[in-house]
């Protein structure tokens, strides 16, 4: 890899500071000696490139912007926006009303919305250049927790990880907090939200194949060891689910390339639970069945690397995070 560029993030001045965040609870931080390094990695030259460290930030989950100019990234709840030649410094994005945005969002296939999950359990559209925030979820879908990872082709359906609310009526609700994480899609035009998967498994890394033809996503559901998730695809309505990988590693966030041709992945080591931070893992490149895997990126990552779809619009280049401690 090459030297970074060494960034500082701006902090929102108080004008830009449109409404008190509501987040519940405080964002990752970086440990010492640890930095956070935006890299783009170059299938032809098969190697990554470092563009951009921070070692006061910690920034997470890169989306690409449809023009393949610049990369956005969230740190402390905000959105940042990062030319994606390495030549530049983060700028804020203003996201209106939502400041504490999490590391799950996407932008649509045409480049025109944001859309964002909030600490406060809901789903959120924003312009993609930036602008107010308009809320997509509604309480009365009985959901307590919402995570978005997904968009149809066509911009009109999210595809997102839900559980529902304590005291709900929908299974698996516990009176102690939202448990039974699930595949559910939104329709945008209705507000119709559908729950696509029925299992007591976590899910999670719901997302659409370039030609809607399919739901990508990660689950426990095949496994009879706690938080041994493997990756999974299904057609939009829940039918003809297909188990892709079935190996010792713990595999999550599957992103289909938008040619379709190439599926990249995070793997974890065995025996590793749910998607922690500062782990060493691996990012691998397969067929969208997920065949033929191979390991492109040792790293020091996990929660934030690659939680959202970052590849590139020309499906030869993706980003990602990595957080290594320095003295390593």
Known sequence: MTSARPVTFPVPSPTEKTAEPTARGHWRVLEPGQVAQLVVFD????????????????????NWTADG??????????MYRLPADGGGEPTLLDTGSVQDANNDHVLSADGSHLYLSSQDAHLYQVP??????LRVTDDGDGLGARYLHGISPDGGTLAFIGAPAPGSS?????????????VYTLDLASGKVRRITDSDRAHDGSEYSPDGEWIYFNSERASSTPGHAQLFRMRPDGSDVQQLTA???????????????????????????????NRHVE??????????????????????????????PDSRRFAYVAYPLMQD
């Open 43 to 62: 299938l032809d030259a098969g190697v990554g490139e470092v563009l951009y460290e921070s070692s006061d930030t910690l920034f997470e989950a890169p």
């Open 247 to 277: 190996d010792e590693r713990v595999n999550w966030f599957p992103h289909p390339s938008p040619d379709g041709s190439t599926l990249l992945y995070l793997s974890y080591q065995p025996g590793t639970q749910g998607h922690p931070a």
């Open 170 to 182: 929908d299974r698996g609700a516990p009176a102690g907090g939202p448990s039974a994480y699930n």
């Open 128 to 133: 993609a250049g930036g602008g107010a925030a």
């Open 69 to 78: 100019n610049a990369l956005l990234v969230n740190a402390d709840g905000r």
């Open 283 to 312: 990012l691998r490149l397969a067929d969208p069945l997920a065949g033929n895997p191979r390991t492109v990126a040792t790293l020091l990552g996990g929660q934030g690397t690659v939680n959202v779809n970052s590849w590139a």
